[in-house]
């Protein structure tokens, strides 16, 4: 139960809040606040501070949607804060991306803190990828002034281009700045935009840094960043990097899950970016190419920083094992072009989805013998690479340091690559026990130099299982939040995608908007998407009538070719007023739909799905949303069919259970575009008769907005 005194606490913080920013309080923000007090100030700790598992099994987990005006972000705060104070845990609150990260450190925190009265230290977390390596800037700088060119950091195909002289020069501006003090190594805080390739080289990862061994460690920013966030209350991360330590571990770079309490913000993309992290992919081109190289120049390594004892040792042992691995991949492309060997319209060959995720008997049996390779190479590198950790602690290594320093990062990067490829054929080698949820598996034909490579992958088909082992069994407690959780009205979609506790706390609160002055309109031109050429024509005859006006319109479509066939077959006085996704970058799409709002005309943006999420156009920037048709799924993603296939293959109905919930949960998110404040009214039309004429339309048009419907 929620004590009186944090109850007080609560209370007292979000009435200061409020009235510090002169705001009332939001129906459906009191019912959040309370929602998140009650889960987390209900858990039973056991003597040691931990949570009693037995006791507050699920019942520690708060899932809460909140309509867009809720007031979402300062909610979880007021609730959170205090209560992760008196626990004595970590507040981490993770967001999607890094921009939201960034609204939160900047914007939200700082007004609870000033307006709240509670008392408390923040800081932001970011992967090593977003910090310099010093190491390898040093590095860098001194090849370049040995040789006095540009000169190849790559030492494989795949890698990084060579380095160019402008390109030297944005390194020694950082080694200026961070020599002044002027930068801290942050690749966020650089006064101008990095191109990837030239921050690639300069930052690192965990297989590749050498950690507290680096002589430059007391002035790494990654690991200065790092020391921070153990001396700080509440933490703001991003799913990436949440799902990274994990993978890790838990507690490799955040605190372990077990010390944490996690507000997961926008946690709809969750189940996901946990596929991608869960997932396995290997290259076969690349990887024989990298097999290869790596044997011509394993001499160069071992001359430089041989030890005559087990360094060598193991270095004598890796020819044999990388020339057998690269006699497997090559015995492996037969086989898997064979599967690819059917063309698409353009001649390219297409992607093989093995069914069932069933693999051929002989590509497992290969499989195997590249498993059994890749388990040696791992095995010996991993035994070098803990040689060479000791040579740098050691002060009296024979080995220069210099030397060592340069080919720690490349043997950690072989390490990697071989840990890789050793996960993803084991998975190739096994068939999924009877009984557990099969493995998604196929191969993607990529280009590769203006030739073809082929790229092997497997997936869970859920994340459910691997979030349920790694995050909600093991953390202290966890909000889940977001505008869109929901699907048809249930929570049944996020329980099976993300595997939440069926004791959790589930809650829907509603938004403050007055969703009255909002219509919902089907017009009678609309004809049924299922036939794309009618569709399309439709949508071109209707689209001038429905844009009449001034102000701003949003027209949403699920395929690029039909978007792009509207604007080029609209009259030109049209085209002139369309601002299409892909012309210029998103952000500049936006600035101009703003100027020409401003100036009193009219703008219309065409976008595709990631213009139905995240967009934010209040006013008279947003008065219409036109959605083309009803946002089914392009049914060629291998782990959305590999799911269907396993519901059907269990007497399910996938497109019920799966297709028509996410359709469902994506329409909602494409209608929140239209209002996005108390104030703001308009029109979203849908362009799809499905949603009258089909059994399920029903469904998703009680689990829309309230808006008043207009259906011709």
């Not at 703001?680 to 689990?703: E, F, H, K, N």
Request: charged content about 25%; proline content about 4%.
């Amino acid at each position: 139960m929620l004590s009186d005194k944090h109850k007080s606490a609560i209370q007292e913080a979000y009435s200061q809040f409020l009235s510090g920013r002169g705001h009332k309080a939001r129906y459906g923000q009191k019912l959040m606040v309370a929602a998140i007090a009650r889960t987390l100030g209900g858990i039973i700790q056991t003597a040691s501070g931990e949570r009693d598992s037995e006791k507050t099994d699920g019942e520690h987990i708060c899932v809460v949607e909140a309509g867009t005006g809720t007031g979402k972000t300062v909610s979880y705060l007021l609730a959170a804060i205090p209560l992760a104070q008196a626990q004595e845990k970590t507040l981490v609150v993770s967001t999607a991306t890094v921009a939201l990260q960034e609204q939160i450190i900047y914007k939200d925190l700082p007004e609870v803190a000033h307006h709240s009265g509670l008392n408390f230290e923040f800081t932001l977390a970011k992967g090593r990828g977003r910090y310099l390596c010093l190491s390898k800037l040093d590095q860098l700088l001194s090849s370049f002034s040995a040789s006095g060119t540009g000169l190849s950091l790559g030492l494989y195909d795949d890698e990084l281009p060579q380095v160019e002289e402008e390109s030297v020069a944005l390194y020694q501006k950082m080694t200026d700045g961070l020599a002044s003090g002027s930068w801290d190594g942050d690749c966020d805080n650089w006064p101008d935009s990095i191109k990837t390739e030239d921050w690639s080289r300069v930052t690192t990862d965990h297989r590749q840094c050498s950690g507290r061994r680096c002589p430059h460690v007391t002035n790494c920013s990654f690991f200065r960043a790092r020391e921070s966030l153990g001396k700080t209350q509440v933490i703001v991360a991003n799913h990436d990097l949440l799902l990274a330590d994990l993978a890790l571990g838990g507690g490799a770079i955040l605190p372990p899950p077990e010390e944490a309490i996690y507000v997961l913000d926008e946690a709809h993309h969750l189940p996901d970016k946990a596929l991608d992290h869960f997932s396995h992919h290997s290259r076969l081109g690349a990887s024989t190419g990298w097999l290869d190289q790596t044997n011509k120049v394993l001499g160069q390594m071992l001359g430089e920083i041989g030890d005559g004892a087990e360094l060598d040792r193991c270095g004598e042992q890796l020819p044999a094992a990388l020339a057998s691995a690269k006699q497997g991949m090559e015995l492996m492309w037969p086989l898997v072009e064979e599967l690819c060997v059917f063309e698409d319209m353009r001649g390219n060959p297409i992607r093989h989805r093995f069914k069932g995720g069933v693999v051929p008997d002989a590509m497992m049996q290969l499989a195997e013998k590249l498993r059994e390779d890749f388990d040696e190479l791992e095995s010996l590198l991993n035994k070098m690479l803990q040689v060479v950790q000791r040579m740098l602690e050691d002060l009296h290594s024979p080995v220069p340091v210099v030397d060592l320093e340069r080919w720690y990062p490349q043997l950690g990067s072989w390490h990697g690559r071989a840990e890789v490829n050793l996960l993803l054929w084991a998975n190739y080698a096994r068939a999924d026990a009877d009984g557990t949820l099969p493995q998604a598996r196929w191969i993607s034909p990529v280009d590769w130099g203006g030739s073809t490579d082929f790229e092997v992958c497997s997936s869970p088909i859920l994340a459910a299982k691997a979030l349920e082992q790694s995050l909600w069994k093991r953390c202290y407690g966890a909000v889940l939040t977001s505008a869109t959780l929901t699907a048809l009205g249930k929570f049944d979609r996020l329980r099976l995608r993300a595997g939440t506790p069926e004791k959790a706390s589930y809650q829907v609160v509603p938004s403050p908007f007055d969703f009255s002055r909002a219509s919902l309109r089907v017009p009678a031109s609309a004809v049924d998407a299922g036939n794309a050429d009618q569709h399309t024509d439709a949508v071109i005859d209707g689209l001038p009538a429905l844009l009449k006006g001034s102000g701003g319109s949003l027209v949403l479509f699920s395929s690029r070719r039909q978007m792009e066939t509207v604007r080029e077959s609209l009259p030109g006085t049209w085209r002139n007023r369309i601002l299409m996704q892909g012309q210029k970058s998103r952000q500049q799409l936006l600035v101009t739909h703003r100027e020409i709002i401003d100036g009193g005309g009219s703008s219309v943006l065409f976008g595709l799905a990631s213009f139905a999420e995240g967009l934010d156009l209040p006013g008279d920037y947003c008065r219409h949303v036109i959605i083309a048709k009803l946002p089914f799924a392009v049914p060629d993603d291998p782990i959305e069919a590999a799911l269907a296939e396993w519901i059907e293959a269990k007497g399910g109905n996938a497109f019920m259970q799966i297709t028509v919930p996410d359709a469902a949960l994506k329409l909602v998110q494409a209608c929140g575009r239209l209002l996005r404040a108390e104030g703001d009214s308009g029109t979203v039309t849908l362009l799809d008769r499905r949603i009258v004429t089909r059994r399920y339309g029903q469904a998703i048009l009680d689990s829309l907005p309230p808006f008043t419907r207009s259906i011709e």
